[in-house]
């Protein structure tokens, strides 16, 4: 059974940092494309930031030059470093990964979930 876990979520003033982190654990064959998600109140859930198996990254708009993601393929984990944070990246914050299973097929899996708050 394939779990990814996600750490890291709290609450920060505005002009604060966090960083996320979401580890892939079970049996699989390999971690391909890793990402993360947002979700604020009364909002649709958006793509943050997603990173390749061999670390090519996009991001949304609302987050380039502020929030970097990178992984660390050995460990299956990928990062989300957040800076200059403001109020409106408050959001629970979702990570993603396409896993591809031990015994054939592949799909999407997503973690519980991790608050993040922004103060003003």
């Known amino acids: 059974q394939v779990q990814l876990v996600e750490s890291g979520g709290g609450l920060v003033q505005a002009g604060g940092s966090l960083r996320l982190s979401c580890a892939a654990s079970?049996?699989?064959?390999?971690?391909?494309?890793m990402g993360w998600y947002r979700q604020a109140p009364g909002k649709e859930r958006e793509l943050v930031a997603r990173?390749?198996?061999?670390?090519?990254?996009n991001y949304a708009d609302s987050v380039k030059g502020r929030f970097t993601i990178s992984r660390d393929n050995a460990k299956n984990t990928v990062y989300l470093q957040m800076n200059s944070l403001k109020p409106e990246d408050t959001a629970v914050y979702y990570c993603n990964s396409y896993i591809i299973r031990t015994f054939g097929g592949a799909s999407d899996y997503w973690g519980q979930g991790t608050q993040v708050t922004v103060s003003s």
């Open positions: 079970g049996t699989f064959l390999s971690v391909n494309a």
């Open positions: 990173i390749t198996r061999d670390g090519t990254t």
